[in-house]
C-alpha cells in the first residue's frame, strides 16, 4: 500500500564519503534530522503526528565555512531536482516591482508542480545566499533603492504561501545574522537556525584531508608533511582560507622547479614536484586568517 512506503528522497547510491565537506558532521547531521528526515516517511504518517515538514533553515557564522558547500551537497545528496541557487544581490534590480517579480518567479516552478501533483511532487530547494542583502531591515531604507521592505514583504508572503505547499525547502544563507529581518526567522518560516563556525583542529585534519585528497593519492607530498601538525598550526582559519594556504603552498611548491631569467623560463623536473613541509611553513606567512588572530607558532 502506497501509504505505507518510505519516500526515496536520498539518492539511492549516494556515497556519504564522497560530500568533500570536513568537520561539519555534526551540523550535517543536525540539519539532516530537523528538516530532512519527516520527508522520508509516508504523508499519512506525518499527518497523524500532527506536525509540518520544516518550510526553512538558516545558517549563518563566518566567511568561508562550508555554508554554499553543504547546500549545495545536501541538494546533490536528495532524489529531487538540483536546488535553485540565488544570490540575494542578484535579486535586486533598481526597476520598481521587477525585484518583487525576480522573488516570485523563483517560487512558480514548485508552485505549478505542486498544483499539478500535489504529494507527489519532488522536493523543491530554493538557496538564498547573502540573504542579508536583501533583507536590510525593514523600515530602514538604507540600500538607497527604497525597495527592501517589499522585496522582504514578497519574501514572506512566498514563504507564508508555503504552508500550504509541501514540496518546498527554503535553505537561507549569511555572515550577517544581525541584519536579517526578524519576521523571516519566525516558526514556519526560516525556522531552524544553524551557526556554522570556524572548524576546530579535528575539522582542520579533515578540510586538510578533504583538500589533499588528490595530492596524496599521486603521492605528491614529502613525507615531512604533517597535516596534523598543519591543523595545529592553522587556529581561526576558515575551510576557505585552509583551501587558500594549499594552493600557496603547491605555488612555492611549483616555484623551486622553475627557473626565471633572461627572458626564458625553464621547468625543471616536472615530475619530480613534491609540495614539502617547508612550503606549507612558507604558506602560512602569506595566508593569514581574516576572522580571529592566528596563532601560529613556529618551532
Ligand atoms: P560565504 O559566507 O563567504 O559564502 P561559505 O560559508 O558559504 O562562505 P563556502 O562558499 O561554502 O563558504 O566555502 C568556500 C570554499 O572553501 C568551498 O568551496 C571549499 O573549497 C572551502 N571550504 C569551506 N569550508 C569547508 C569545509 N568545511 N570543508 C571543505 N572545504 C571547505
Not at 506536525?51 to 557564522?61: E, F, M, P, S, T
Not at 525576480?102 to 504529494?119: D, H
Amino acid at each position: 500500500e502506497a501509504n505505507s512506503v518510505a519516500k526515496e528522497i536520498i539518492k539511492p547510491n549516494f556515497n556519504f564519503s564522497e560530500l568533500g565537506i570536513g568537520g561539519l558532521d555534526d551540523e550535517f547531521s543536525n540539519i539532516f534530522r530537523r528538516a530532512f528526515v519527516s520527508r522520508i516517511f509516508p504523508p499519512s504518517i506525518v499527518e497523524k503526528m500532527g506536525i509540518q515538514h520544516v518550510k526553512g533553515i538558516l545558517l549563518y557564522g563566518p566567511p568561508g565555512t562550508g555554508k554554499t558547500l553543504m547546500a549545495r551537497q545536501i541538494g546533490k545528496m536528495l532524489n529531487s531536482r538540483e536546488p535553485l541557487i540565488v544570490n540575494g544581490p542578484e535579486i535586486l534590480n533598481k526597476f520598481v516591482g521587477q525585484s518583487e517579480e525576480n522573488v516570485r518567479k523563483l517560487f512558480a516552478p514548485a508552485e505549478a508542480e505542486y498544483k499539478a501533483k500535489g504529494e507527489e511532487s519532488g522536493l523543491h530547494i530554493i538557496i538564498f545566499d547573502e540573504l542579508d542583502a536583501i533583507c536590510k531591515q525593514r523600515g530602514s531604507k538604507n540600500d538607497g533603492t527604497g525597495t527592501g521592505d517589499s522585496i522582504v514583504n514578497q519574501l514572506l508572503s512566498k514563504m507564508d504561501g508555503v504552508d500550504q505547499l509541501n514540496n518546498i525547502l527554503i535553505i537561507g544563507m549569511t555572515n550577517r545574522m544581525d541584519m536579517i529581518d526578524e519576521a523571516l526567522l519566525r516558526p514556519g518560516r526560516l525556522e531552524i537556525h544553524m551557526e556554522i563556525n570556524l572548524p576546530d583542529e579535528k575539522g582542520r585534519v579533515q578540510i586538510l584531508n578533504v583538500h589533499t585528497q588528490k595530492m596524496r593519492k599521486y603521492d605528491l607530498l614529502e613525507p615531512d608533511v604533517d597535516l596534523k601538525e598543519i591543523a595545529a598550526l592553522t587556529k581561526n582559519f576558515s575551510g576557505a582560507e585552509i583551501a587558500g594556504l594549499i594552493k600557496s603552498a603547491s605555488s612555492f611548491a611549483f616555484n623551486r622547479h622553475v627557473k626565471i631569467g633572461d627572458n626564458a623560463q625553464v621547468a625543471q623536473d616536472f615530475d619530480k614536484i613534491k609540495i614539502a613541509r617547508s612550503d606549507f611553513i612558507h604558506a602560512l606567512e602569506e595566508v593569514r586568517p581574516a576572522f580571529g588572530v592566528a596563532e601560529t607558532e613556529l618551532q
